[in-house]
């Protein structure tokens, strides 16, 4: 009896989804564009920014570090998993910064292409508290006071508190 391998990294790849971590500034209208399909009725766009405060306690800047292979394939999972739960998806865009950003800069965006607005909104909200829970992704709070702590994305989620 033969038993079906499994899953390789490549079988979660769909030549749709733009999938990255990357140093470089992340812009809403490429992650938007990437998104866009004829088959769509709704795009879904989660844009994640660093806010001057957390927990009133005032911030100058954040810091990202991810173990990239481990977080792409994350993000492939997702994309797959979004893809089993609603089958309409069409596009996924998952792009992650590192590196340090200042207060406004974006951080993270999630895009989802369906045809219709209900699944798209559930997709996309489905990726970033997946990606925050799985992804091997961790921050370092600057604070005014010139201290700074590390903590993982995931954490955020675990306090309650919308990192």
Avoid at 41 to 55: K, L, N
Avoid at 132 to 161: F, L, T, Y
């Amino acid at each position: 009896m033969q038993t079906k391998p499994s899953p390789l990294l490549s079988d979660f790849k769909h030549s749709s989804d733009s999938l990255v971590i990357t140093f470089a500034p992340l812009l809403l209208p490429e992650a938007y564009a990437l998104a866009e399909d004829d088959a769509n009725g709704a795009i879904v766009v989660m844009s994640g920014t660093v806010r001057h405060q957390t927990d009133g306690k005032p911030v100058v800047a954040l810091e990202y570090q991810a173990y990239e292979p481990m977080a792409l394939q994350i993000f492939r999972q997702i994309a797959h998993q979004i893809r089993q739960r609603w089958a309409d998806a069409n596009r996924v865009v998952i792009h992650h910064r590192t590196g340090r950003l200042d207060i406004g800069e974006i951080s993270v965006l999630v895009a989802v292409g369906c045809p219709h607005r209900a699944e798209a909104f559930e997709a996309c909200q489905y990726a970033i508290d997946t990606l925050k829970h799985n992804a091997p992704i961790w921050k370092k709070e600057h604070w005014a006071d010139g201290s700074s702590s590390w903590v993982s994305i995931g954490a955020c989620e675990e306090s309650n508190d919308a990192c």
